[in-house]
C-alpha cells in the first residue's frame, strides 16, 4: 500500500477545488481497506472516501487521509430458484455508467433510468442516486464493507442502509464510518420499464414511441434519459460542477399551502406521508438564479440548480454563493435549501 503527502486533489473532485490532501491511498486490493483505516487510526486521522468527487465540495486540505476507491470487476450471479431474475455484484470503484451499460448489453433491466448519472458504484447508495422517477433502492440488494468503528467486514441489505429521498444511513450514523467494497444490485430479465416521469415520457414520445402501450424498450429508455442528459446538464470536464447542488425541499401539507398562496405556479409533487416535495429548481430559477454568475462561479444557464465552477473558484467562492441563495430562497418563499453534496 503506497500511502502518499500532499497530494492535490484538483483532478479527483469534479467541481475542480484545488485543496491537497494531507494522505493519499489508492486502493486496488480489498486487503488494503483494514490498511488505511488503521494507518488512520492509529494516527487519529480524519478520513475521506473518495469515488469519482462528483458530489463532494472541499472547503480547504484535507487534515486526515482520503482512501481512493479504485477496487475493480463485477460479476452477474443466477440463481436457479430465480430464473427471470440476475444479480450484478460490483466492486466499488466500477464507474457506474460503465455499469449500467455492460447490464444493457446482456439485456438485464432495472438500472436504465438511472444511465449517465457520473461517479462510482461504491457511492452510489450513499444518497440512493436517483433520477427520471427511480432510485438505487429500487433494485439495490445488498453491499459489503468494512465497518471503521467495528473493525470488521459487513454484509448491508436495504433496510440496514435506511434508505430516503437522496439519503441513507451513510450520510448519517455511518458517515465516513463505514467503506463500501462492493454492492449488489437484482435485476430483471423482463423489461419493466418506468416512464411515467415527465420529461422522459415527453421525450419519447416526440420521437414517436408509444408509452401507452408501453411498447418502450429498456434501452430506448437509457438512450432518451442519456440524450435529456447531455442537453441539459454540463459535462464536468468542461464546466466543472458537482450536479444538483441542493436537494428539493419536503414540506408539510401546512406550509405547502402556505408557499402555494403566494406562488400558484410552483411546481410541487404530493409524496405517500402528505408532505409535498418542492421542485428546488423552479423557485431559484423564479427568484432570477438561472444563469447567474457572482465572479468564478455562478448557477447554469440550462440548469438553474447546478452551481458551476467557471475558472478558479475557491471554495470559498462556491459557499458564499450558495448562502446567499438559501437566505434569498428562504426569504422569498420561507423554505430552507439543504445542500446536496457532501461537505469537506
Ligand atoms: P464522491 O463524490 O466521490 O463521494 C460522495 C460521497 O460518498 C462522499 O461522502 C464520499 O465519502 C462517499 N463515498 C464515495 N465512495 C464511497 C465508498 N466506497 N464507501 C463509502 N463512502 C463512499 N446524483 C443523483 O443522485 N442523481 C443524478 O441524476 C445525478 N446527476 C449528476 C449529474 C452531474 C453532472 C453531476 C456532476 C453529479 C450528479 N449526481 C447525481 C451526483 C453524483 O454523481 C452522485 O451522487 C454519485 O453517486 C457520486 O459518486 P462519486 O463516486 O463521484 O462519489
Ligand atoms: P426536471 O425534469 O426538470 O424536474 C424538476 C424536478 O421535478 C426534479 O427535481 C424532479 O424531482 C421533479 N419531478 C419531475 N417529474 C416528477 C414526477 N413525475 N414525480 C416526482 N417528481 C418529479 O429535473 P432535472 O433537474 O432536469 O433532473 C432530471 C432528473 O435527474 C431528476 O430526477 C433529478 O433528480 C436527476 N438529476 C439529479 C442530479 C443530482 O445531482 N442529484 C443532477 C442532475 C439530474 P427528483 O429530483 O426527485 O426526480
Known amino acids: ?57 472541499l472547503t480547504g486540505n484535507f487534515p486526515g ?18 430464473p427471470r431474475r440476475v444479480y450484478v455484484n460490483a466492486a466499488a470503484g466500477e464507474n457506474w455508467q460503465s455499469l449500467v451499460q455492460a447490464c444493457l448489453n446482456k439485456n438485464y433491466y432495472g438500472l436504465e433510468n438511472l444511465s449517465l448519472i457520473p461517479g462510482r458504484v461504491g457511492a452510489a447508495p450513499i444518497q440512493n442516486i436517483g433520477a427520471y422517477g427511480v432510485a438505487l433502492a429500487h433494485c439495490f440488494e445488498s453491499l459489503e464493507g468494512w465497518d471503521c468503528d467495528a473493525g470488521c467486514w459487513k454484509t448491508l441489505n436495504a433496510k440496514q442502509c435506511e434508505f430516503g429521498y437522496r439519503d441513507s444511513v451513510f450520510k448519517h450514523a455511518l458517515k465516513d464510518r463505514f467503506v463500501i467494497t462492493s454492492v449488489t444490485l437484482a435485476l430483471s430479465l423482463d423489461p419493466q420499464v418506468q416512464i411515467s416521469y415527465g420529461v422522459l ?39 466543472p460542477n458537482v450536479g444538483s447542488f441542493f436537494k428539493n425541499p419536503s414540506i408539510s401539507a ?57 475558472g478558479k473558484a475557491t471554495s470559498q467562492n462556491v459557499l458564499d454563493l450558495a448562502k446567499h441563495i438559501q437566505q434569498d430562497i428562504q426569504q422569498q418563499f420561507g423554505v430552507l435549501l439543504e445542500i446536496e453534496p457532501a461537505i469537506y
Open 1 to 57: 500500500m503506497d500511502i502518499q503527502q500532499n497530494i492535490s486533489l484538483k483532478p479527483f473532485n469534479t467541481l475542480a477545488i484545488n485543496a491537497q490532501a494531507r494522505y493519499f491511498v489508492d486502493i486496488n486490493k480489498k486487503k488494503q481497506v483494514p490498511e488505511a483505516i488503521a494507518f488512520a487510526q492509529q494516527r487519529q486521522l480524519p478520513v475521506l472516501i473518495l469515488g469519482g468527487g462528483s458530489n463532494i465540495v
Open 201 to 239: 415520457k415527453g421525450e419519447l414520445e416526440k420521437q414517436g414511441l408509444n408509452t401507452v402501450i408501453n411498447a418502450v424498450t429498456p434501452q430506448q429508455v437509457a438512450s432518451t434519459v442519456i440524450k435529456i442528459r447531455r442537453s441539459k446538464l454540463p459535462d464536468p470536464i468542461e464546466t
Open 65 to 82: 487521509l482520503v482512501i481512493k476507491m479504485s477496487l475493480l470487476g463485477f460479476e452477474f450471479i443466477h440463481a436457479a430458484s430465480e
Open 254 to 310: 401546512e406550509s405547502f399551502s402556505r408557499v402555494k398562496k403566494n406562488y400558484p405556479q410552483i411546481v410541487s409533487y404530493q409524496q405517500d406521508n402528505g408532505c409535498y416535495k418542492l421542485a428546488a429548481g423552479w423557485m431559484l430559477e423564479h427568484a432570477g438564479w438561472r444563469g447567474k454568475k457572482r465572479g468564478a462561479v455562478g448557477m447554469h444557464s440550462a440548469q438553474s440548480l447546478v452551481l458551476v465552477n467557471y
